[in-house]
T-cell receptor, first 109, second 113 residues
Framework: RKEVEQDPGPFNVPEGATVAFNCTYS??????FFWYRQDCRKEPKLLMS???SGNEDGRFTAQLNRASQYISLLIRDSKLSDSATYLC??????????FGKGTRLSVIA | DAGVIQSPRHEVTEMGQEVTLRCKPI?????LFWYRQTMMRGLELLIY????????DSGMPEDRFSAKMPNASFSTLKIQPSEPRDSAVYFC???????????FGSGTQLSVL
């Protein structure tokens, strides 16, 4: 099983829609989780950190399910500017970040 | 406040040539990472340094790749000789007191013909 697995997408959604995508991880020792956002031809940037069961920041909600070893990212009221690739990153505390391949989101007008 | 600075932004070279990528981390950060990104393999960690010391280079593909960090404000990734399969975007990232929150440079787009 790969360390991090994400549905590559693309997820094509209309503006204003709610979209969610999951990330599964294999290391049960993972303590915290990060979602990074990467725009086309740009570097990844930290979007959200998750240290407990979840986190909410405006239109973005991350939820963690430790029993099933997955973390989800929910985006409400999608904007055109949300179009990007979203990278899931579990962190076990003693090794560098291992990134998933990402889920590509396209928000369409 | 300057972020992580990488140079060059683009590099086009011929197979067999030596390529040197450069990185200046954020001042005060003590961990530095080199990643490579391709469509097929995603973002892969090549090597990382803590306090200028290489900690884990198990991601370096082969002996053609080498990385150095002579001081806290500069690192290089060298490929010699380069091959077409090395074509990718190479990112440098730095972090402060840990390896959780990374700040990435803009990357170097390498094309080996």
């Amino acid at each position: 099983r790969k360390e991090v697995e994400q549905d590559p997408g693309p997820f094509n959604v209309p503006e204003g829609a709610t979209v969610a995508f999951n990330c599964t991880y294999s290391n049960s020792a993972s303590q915290s989780f990060f979602w990074y956002r990467q725009d086309c031809r740009k570097e990844p940037k930290l979007l959200m950190s998750v240290y407990s069961s979840g986190n909410e920041d405006g239109r973005f909600t991350a939820q963690l399910n430790r029993a099933s070893q997955y973390i989800s990212l929910l985006i409400r009221d999608s904007k055109l500017s949300d179009s990007a690739t979203y990278l899931c990153v579990p962190f076990s505390g003693n090794t560098p970040l291992v990134f998933g391949k990402g889920t590509r989101l396209s928000v369409i007008a | 406040d300057a972020g992580v600075i990488q140079s060059p932004r683009h590099e086009v070279t011929e197979m067999g040539q030596e390529v040197t990528l450069r990185c200046k981390p954020i001042s005060g950060h003590n961990s530095l990472f080199w990643y490579r990104q391709t469509m097929m393999r995603g973002l892969e960690l090549l090597i990382y340094f803590n306090n200028n010391v290489p900690i884990d280079d198990s991601g370096m593909p082969e002996d053609r790749f080498s990385a150095k960090m002579p001081n806290a404000s500069f690192s290089t990734l060298k490929i010699q000789p380069s091959e077409p399969r090395d074509s990718a975007v190479y990112f440098c990232a730095s972090s402060l007191a840990g390896i959780e929150k990374l700040f990435f440079g803009s990357g170097t787009q390498l094309s080996v013909l």
